[in-house]
């Protein structure tokens, strides 16, 4: 047997997820340690108009030496500690069924090639979070999504999406209270491993890193099948794995993505807002979820319904990224004190940045910058004039740009002060913009300019920031003028603000 070329392998990896990170699509980010790089960490953001959207599912992809012969192995941790199965091919346990991983059978010509890649994987995973994931499952694919199980199916998809793979993600990084789960020892699948209940369902917990475990679980002869058409939904007994759970332990220390995920809740906060509310108006508090036929517990998805409830963690967590922000702040004030590289730099910085921005003559928009605090540069201000002739004549626009001490691992976040109805900026000022270079500060400003003057937009939903004012803009000839009206008159209305 021809032994694999390692390091081949490697490259053509590094190769990969330097593509993936230099893309401009928004919905897929991967991350690696320096150390590892055949272990990959990927977060996959929920279309669009589907009921998995915006939500923050997360990936553990690993490559064998003999990729890219062989396919990589891919494993779902946004499982709620185990016990949420959110599609037909993503199953509870974190198996993830598609015919390119080989893990689930398909048509002549589906199988995995070394023509593909990561990129095509994580695709390839997120194609099966549609507007009706019913009809994933074999045997249902001709189900209309408005037929009552279809519309069960993605009722409570949606409630889960918002509940375990926004609001409860987001209380485990900013470490706000937590719902607990079952004990571990309860759950089938990885029976007598421990009988703890810790678990806020993140996956950065204890509880998910016993799910991890799972991946190398040994079967018991002699285990009980259910006789389910899916071969996920047929119950097996476990026997437990200590080196496994011990390395699943240390790999959910490991949370790439944290600083991605508060900023773009903040993009999509409206959405959330408006998607539970909506939802309360149509499910009852406390309603049970339907099981569908190939449900089967622990491979199912159970709960009831609460609105309600979500919209008030969500309420809470947008606070608590407020206070995070004015914890930068006085953060700030200690660095300074303390002479810090970075105080300094951005001390630095400011002064530069002062000059060219407020001395300079522009044709179009300015912008003027001060610091409210003289001695803390870590938080800057910012006021935006519009430019003569557009639909931001005579505005005046400010905004606070809250820099945190951890820059750039941590990225600045800009709050817009001024009411505006902007389709880049949510109801409560969140700018959605894009900055070429993120670790300077300089890109940022101009990225700020360039977001809020809007000259070459482009379209893309999952950039959606403010539903009403996005529909409106993209909405047609008819829509647009609409859309313009409510602008100009909100950077009318600036001036007395």
Known sequence: MATPNT????????????????????????????????HIRASIIGPPETPYEYGFFEFEVTFGKEYPIRSPGV??????????????????????CLSILGTWRGNPGEEWSSAQGLESVLVSIQSLMSQNPYENE?????????DPLPKAYVAKIRHETIRIAVVQRLEGL?????????????????????????????????SDALATANTNLKPVAGGASSGANTPATEPSEYEYDAEATFNAFDQAQWDPFTDLMKRRFLWYYDTYVQTVT?????????????????????????????????????????????????????????AVADETQMAVQLAFQFK?????????????????????????????????????????DGGIFNMSLFIPPA????????????????????????????????????????????????????????????????????GGEEKRKVYSRKLRRSAQESCEF
């Open 7 to 38: 390091s081949g392998s490697v490259n053509r990896i590094t190769r990969e997820i330097a593509s993936i990170e230099k893309g401009d699509d928004l919905s897929i980010a991967v991350a690696c340690r320096d150390s590892d790089v055949r």
């Open 75 to 96: 494993r779902c941790i946004t499982t709620n500690g185990g016990r949420c199965r959110f599609n037909p091919n993503i199953y509870s346990e974190g198996k993830v």
């Open 138 to 146: 074999p045997g249902h694919e001709t189900a209309k999504q408005d």
């Open 174 to 206: 900013l470490g706000l209270g937590q719902e607990r789960g079952p004990p571990l020892s309860k759950r089938p699948r990885i029976e007598g491993a421990f009988s703890s209940t810790v678990d806020n369902g993140a996956p950065n917990t204890l």
């Open 278 to 334: 909506k939802g309360a108006e149509q499910h009852k508090k406390g309603a049970a979820f339907k099981r569908m036929e190939f449900e089967y517990p622990p491979n199912s998805m159970e709960g009831q319904f609460d609105y309600p409830g979500l919209l008030s963690r969500l309420h809470k967590i947008k606070q608590a990224l407020e206070d995070e922000q004015a914890a930068w702040v006085k953060a700030g004030v200690k």
């Open 352 to 392: 530069q940045f002062e000059l060219r921005w407020n001395d300079a003559q522009y044709e179009g928009s300015r912008m003027e910058l001060s610091l409210p605090d003289k001695t803390n540069p870590f938080l800057w201000h910012l006021t935006l004039f519009g430019t003569p002739m557009t639909n931001l």
């Open 407 to 474: 820059f750039p691992a941590v990225q600045p976040r800009l709050k817009i002060d001024t009411p505006i109805f902007h389709h880049r900026v949510s109801s409560t000022g969140t700018l959605c913009y894009f900055p070429k270079k993120e670790d300077e500060i300089a890109s940022h400003l101009q990225a700020i300019v360039t977001a809020i003057e809007d000259e070459d937009p482009r379209f893309d939903p999952r950039a959606v920031v403010r539903p009403e004012a996005f529909a409106l803009f993209w």
